[in-house]
Nanobody
């Protein structure tokens, strides 16, 4: 059974840093294009960062230069280093991915993990 477990969230002051982790199980992680998403209550889940199988990365414009996505295929783990956090980064963060490419829409995902809450506040 495929499973994703996110961790590393918390309460941090503006300008602070957090490192999120996502441990995958029940899947061939090395064949997955992986991504971080975030969702604020009442709003749609948005794509924050993507890391492809060749290591290429893409970011939401508002996090470019502050967030870094990375992966360790040997540990089946995805990371998101978040620096210079802003209050608008407050959200529940989720990881997910697809085999060789991301699904076309969020509805195409079969499941989601529980997410990890990030709160940026003074």
């Amino acid at each position: 059974q495929e499973q994703l477990v996110e961790s590393g969230g918390g309460l941090v002051q503006p300008g602070g840093s957090l490192r999120l982790s996502c441990v995958a199980s029940g899947m061939t992680f090395s064949t997955k294009v992986m991504a971080w998403y975030r969702q604020v209550a009442g709003k749609e889940r948005e794509l924050v960062a993507v890391i492809r199988l060749n290591g290429l990365t893409e970011y939401l414009d508002s996090v470019k230069g502050r967030f870094t996505i990375s992966r360790d295929d040997a540990k089946s783990t995805l990371y998101l280093q978040m620096n210079n956090l802003k209050p608008e980064d407050t959200a529940v963060y989720y990881c997910n991915g697809g085999t060789y490419r991301l699904p076309h829409t969020l509805d195409d995902y079969d499941f989601w993990g529980q997410g990890t809450q990030v709160t940026v506040s003074a």
